[in-house]
């Protein structure tokens, strides 16, 4: 087994972690301060100079402009683009952005890839994705109350969502609605593309989130859509498989997700490391002399180097054999990568003491907002339930035999 990465592949990483090094982590004390919203004239600058340099869009075919890295190669990626909260959104594939670039080059017509895609592509606008409701559990996605009625050429949405990732601002949102009551429970739903400017619909609020509300890209919206009309052709792939695209799109998002929590590990590990050898808890007695410290350490690069290398395997089966072969992995990485960021940012905050809490390191902003690492695509319960279902089967099927 070779753990070598390629050469190509290493030049990658290293021009983008010279550009998060270089440009990004010295804007984070003032996104910190000022927020999402402030910082945009700076952090879409500094797209522009990614996207010169040929670095965006990294997870993309190269025929629509991207670097058409594999899942294991983004995944790469992801981890250094993770070590900073900016880094994504920087490299233009941020959630839920990247996600709805994928689904738009799979299933998209000619007509949506030029009116939603190209602009997306380019960064000139955003996007939202509108699966969960305040109504229903979205841990039980085919059971959803927006629907898609027909109406002459038209489809007539009604129903809320909530939790839209970046619908203040977004262009257009990508809408789960039920266009189907009675089929079966896994085709009922459809995948709609709604223009943001479209009349009923609302973003009705964002939702506030550990304390903060948040604006644009950095927010979570609630959607509302009374008799929200949409010519047919907005129908994104084939009526009914909503659920199913959304399945193929979540598959790859949580590599993307859990290498990003690896780069947020990665970072948090450094920063730990540094302050406890700088930190003097006596004259000539720094941290790092306490066992304490010693054992947060050795324990947190034990759980980050399992995770990686966990997520990567996924990343790698995808890429070689496909991406139902990979459940198993998925499910797994989902709820261990999301826990062991949780632990590592804890003992890096712990060690920093009052101003770990403090939002002069990017320490406690990560632990705020990726505390739903552990909710959203799949709580970690869900994620064990189906892993372990499906291992088990495996058993049944051998004693049967
Ligand atoms: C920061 C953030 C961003 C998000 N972004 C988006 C987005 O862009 N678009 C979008 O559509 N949604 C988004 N979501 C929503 C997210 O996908 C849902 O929150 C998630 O699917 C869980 O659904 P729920 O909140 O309705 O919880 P529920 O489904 O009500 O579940 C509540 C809890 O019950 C437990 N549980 C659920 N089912 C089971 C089970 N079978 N067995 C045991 N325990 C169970 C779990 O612990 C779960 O946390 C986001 C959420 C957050 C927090």
């Not at 709604?194 to 609020?205: E, F, H, K, L, R």
């Not at 350490?297 to 790698?316: N, P, Q, T």
């Amino acid at each position: 087994m070779d753990f070598s990465i390629p050469q190509a592949t290493q030049e990658l990483l290293d021009r983008v972690r010279e550009f998060v090094q270089d440009e990004l982590i010295p804007l984070e004390s003032v996104y910190l301060q000022k927020g999402f919203g402030q910082m945009l004239p700076v952090l879409d600058a500094k797209r522009a100079k990614a996207r010169e340099l040929g670095l965006s869009i990294p997870q993309i075919p190269k025929e629509y402009g991207g670097l058409g890295l594999s899942v294991l190669d983004h995944g790469l990626v992801s981890a250094e683009l993770g070590r900073t909260p900016i880094g994504h959104y920087v490299f233009n594939c941020q959630a839920p952005d990247a996600g709805n670039m994928e689904i738009l080059i799979q299933y998209g017509t000619d007509e949506q890839k030029d009116k939603y895609l190209k602009p997306l592509l380019a960064g000139e606008i955003r996007s939202c994705f509108g699966m969960t409701e305040p109504e229903h559990p979205g841990s039980n996605p085919v059971w959803m109350g927006t629907t898609a009625v027909k109406d002459g050429d038209d489809y007539v949405i009604n129903g809320r969502k909530w939790w839209a990732t970046g619908a203040d601002g977004a262009a257009f949102a990508i809408v789960m609605a039920v266009t189907d009551p009675n089929a079966p429970a896994h085709f009922r739903a459809s995948q709609i593309i709604v223009p943001m400017d479209t009349p009923g619909v609302t973003v009705s609020a964002i939702t506030p989130f550990m304390g903060h509300r948040g604006e644009g890209w950095a927010s979570h919206g609630e959607l509302t859509f009374e008799n929200c009309r949409v010519p047919q052709r907005n129908l994104l792939g084939p009526e009914g498989a909503g659920f199913l695209i959304a399945q193929e799109r979540l598959g790859p998002g949580r590599i993307h997700h859990c290498m990003r929590w690896i780069g947020i590990c990665e970072r948090a590990f450094d920063l730990m490391c540094e302050y406890a050898v700088k930190r003097q808890v006596a004259p000539d007695r720094p941290l790092a002399s306490r066992q304490f410290v010693q054992g947060w350490v050795a324990e947190s690069r034990a759980e980050i180097d399992a995770a990686r290398l966990m997520v990567l395997h996924a990343a790698w089966t995808i890429d070689h054999v496909g991406p139902k072969a990979a459940r198993d992995n998925i499910s797994l990485i989902k709820f261990t990568v999301a826990n062991t960021m949780m632990r590592v940012l804890d003992r890096a905050i712990q060690v920093y003491g009052g101003l770990g809490v403090s939002d002069y390191t990017p320490l406690a902003l990560f632990f705020r907002t990726e505390r739903a690492g552990r909710i959203y695509d799949g709580a970690d319960e869900v994620h064990k339930i189906s892993a372990a279902r499906r291992i088990l089967r495996r058993y049944e099927d051998v004693s049967r035999a």
